[in-house]
């Protein structure tokens, strides 16, 4: 008796980890280079554009959809903005050693520049489903 329950307990106990390990657990980062991001204030790039990525209403729900584009492609020395256009919090957060723009509340923005060649993946640290991409040539 003692024993069956024991295994109960068990599969319970590794099905409670299991669901739970989803919301709490990093993604893996991609092989590609780091970045060397620095915070800016300003969304000026080295050519003189400002591209930026909005987080639109409901972003939390729209998986590779919540930053839009959720695939931005720019060049070496560019400044990416990310804008929060949606209701509540929202973060970009490098998938690898990177940038973590901290909370950026709804209204807010973060900027970043992009001084090497890559491919970068990030995510929403409060909402980790919220993926996208920038791609630097």
Avoid at 79 to 84: C, E, Y
Wanted: proline letters at 9%.
């Amino acid at each position: 008796m003692l024993s069956v329950r024991l295994v109960v307990v068990s599969g319970i106990l590794i099905v409670a980890t299991a669901c739970g390990s989803n919301y709490s657990s990093t993604p893996s980062p991609t092989t590609s280079p780091s970045p060397s991001p620095s915070p800016s204030s300003s969304p000026a790039s080295s050519d003189g554009s400002a591209p930026a990525i909005s987080i639109p209403m409901g972003a939390s729900t729209l998986g590779n959809q919540a930053f839009a584009p959720d695939d931005l492609n720019v060049t070496v020395g560019t400044t990416v903005t990310w804008k929060n256009t949606d209701s509540v919090a929202h973060t970009s957060t490098s998938d690898a050693a990177g940038w973590d723009s901290g909370i950026v509340n709804p209204g807010g923005q973060f900027s970043t520049a992009f001084s090497t060649a890559g491919t970068y993946h990030y995510h929403c640290a409060i909402h980790p489903g919220m993926i996208g991409t920038v791609v630097v040539r």
